[in-house]
Structures are given as structure tokens and as C-alpha cells.
């Protein structure tokens, strides 16, 4: 049987995991998945040219999101992480339950939020947590579900920050500047439930605010980011499904696309990296 198996393996078109966003952010989860998985092949795609998702409808999202998983199959993934919390909102359930089984069944696409979802309970002694995101992901009440389902005696307030991304992608994340909105969105949350002293950092981007953000946070209260907790997760799925991981190709290689600008992608990605970045031009629209 394991030779059998293993002959199916070696037959199956092998592909790199895919990792999406709307735009910049989802390098900040990259970053980590790399970190703890090295060994992988790993395309990135930033929907950069329709960005931002936070303030569309579900329908769009859906709609944007179906796209960009078509295009990392079209690209041989076997596997696609939406590294985007408002497509994860607005958009994973569908395609997970709708249009993977007519696309392909033995393909899967994860998202953010659960992975994250799932660390509220060893962290939070009071049974209070907040969500900082944008106002897509806070009016979707997605965390509130999906830590509804993982605890239910946990109370989940969410606050929406929009001016939060813009001031990360104008580099302005580290600058005085910055305190005002950190501390109003901070202060707004907190007013809403005094008892929180965990905090879901709901959107890629905000990791590089964490310096200004713990800065006005009470002491005890312990700060969620993303990237390490999603890592963790693909790390213990693939683990677990050694189907899936036999068709992930390992030579380390990372590839970038956007559907804007190669050059601004490049810019802008620096931010989040730390390194030069060299990106391709793509469209989404072109038919399975």
C-alpha cells in the first residue's frame, strides 16, 4: 500500500504553496510561514491593482478572491493560504465549500482567521479579547464566529481602524504622526470593554505597528499577531496530511507577482521584508 501511494505521489504534478493578499500585508504572514518552513517553493500574488478589500462588498471580495485562487491553480498550487483577513471573511467559506469541489476537491485554500482564532484561550486570562481590523473584517463578525465555536465563554469586541493601513504603506508606521490613531482606535476598544487583555491584531498590515500599539496597551495586555500562529498551523497541516505535502515542491525558491505595478510592488514590499523584492505583473481575469 505505502508503494502504491508513494508511485501516486510521484505522478501528481507537484507545486509550490500559494499566499495571497489584497495587497501588501500578507508579507507579513509570508515572512514567518518562511521562517518556520524554509524548505518550501512559495509564490506570492498581491492584488495590488484593486486594492484595498476592506471596504467592498462581500460579493466583490468573493468575487476577487475566486479569481486570485484560480490563478495560483492555473500556476500548478496545490495549496493556497489566504494571507488577506478580509478575504478569509468574506470570501474563504464559499470558495472552500462551492467552488472547490467543482474547480478541484484534492486542492485545498486556508485562511487567517481560524489559525488565529484558535490561540485566544491560551492566552487570555480574563476571557476578554479585542480585534483591531478593518471595517470589512470587523462588520463580517468572522472572529466573533469563529472564537464563538473554539470558546464560547469568550468575549469578543472588535474596533475598526481604517486609517491604519495607509499610515504603514506611506511609511509613516513609525513616525510620531502615528500615536493619535493608534491611541483613539486603543482608547475606543477599550472603553467599549475595559476587561480585554488580548488583542487580535486583525490585519497584516498592523504587525508593523506593534511598537506604538503595546506602548498604549494596559501592562497585561498581551498582543495576537498573525504571521507565527498561521505559520505554526500550515506547519501542523501538512504534518498531518502527507498527501498534501508530497505535492509542495521544496527547493526554497520564492516567486512574487502583483497585479499593479512591478516596480511599486518592489518599493512597497520593502517595508514589510526588509530586502529587495522583484515582482512580476499578472492579471486574474483570464478563464480557468
Known amino acids: 500500500m505505502e508503494e502504491q501511494i508513494d508511485q501516486r505521489s510521484r505522478n501528481v504534478n507537484r507545486g509550490p504553496v500559494g499566499v495571497f493578499d489584497s495587497g501588501y500585508g500578507g508579507l507579513t504572514v509570508l515572512s514567518e510561514i518562511r521562517a518556520l518552513l524554509p524548505e518550501y517553493d512559495y509564490i506570492y500574488l498581491g492584488d495590488n491593482a484593486r486594492a484595498p478589500y476592506g471596504n467592498r462588498s462581500c460579493e466583490r471580495v468573493y468575487q476577487f478572491t475566486l479569481e486570485a485562487v484560480k490563478w495560483f491553480f492555473r500556476q500548478g498550487c496545490h495549496l493556497v493560504i489566504l494571507a488577506c483577513n478580509t478575504a478569509s471573511a468574506k470570501a474563504l ?83 510620531p504622526g502615528a500615536d493619535y490613531f493608534v491611541k483613539q482606535h486603543l482608547e475606543r476598544l477599550f472603553e467599549k470593554d475595559p476587561l480585554i487583555d488580548t488583542l487580535i491584531l ?87
Open 93 to 175: 467559506r464559499t470558495i472552500q465549500q462551492i467552488n472547490l469541489p467543482e474547480l478541484d476537491p484534492h486542492r485545498r485554500v486556508l485562511g487567517v482567521i481560524r489559525p488565529t482564532a484558535e490561540s485566544v484561550a491560551a492566552l487570555s486570562e480574563s476571557g476578554h479579547t479585542g480585534i483591531l481590523g478593518t471595517e470589512g473584517t470587523v462588520l463580517s463578525g468572522s472572529y466573533e464566529m469563529e472564537i464563538g465555536k473554539l470558546y464560547p465563554h469568550v468575549t469578543v469586541t472588535g474596533e475598526a481602524c481604517p486609517m491604519w493601513v495607509p499610515l504603514v504603506e506611506n511609511r509613516e508606521y513609525d513616525k
Open 202 to 288: 486583525g490585519c497584516t498590515h498592523y504587525p508593523l505597528l506593534t511598537d506604538k500599539i503595546i506602548r498604549f496597551l494596559p501592562k497585561e495586555a498581551k498582543v495576537i499577531s498573525q504571521g507565527k500562529y498561521v505559520a505554526r498551523s500550515l506547519m501542523d497541516y501538512l504534518q498531518r496530511r502527507p498527501e498534501m505535502e508530497r505535492k509542495c515542491t521544496k527547493k526554497g525558491s520564492i516567486s512574487y507577482f502583483t497585479t499593479d505595478s512591478p516596480e511599486k510592488f518592489g518599493q512597497q514590499a520593502s517595508i514589510f521584508l526588509k530586502e529587495r523584492v522583484d515582482a512580476s505583473q499578472t492579471d486574474l481575469e483570464q478563464k480557468l
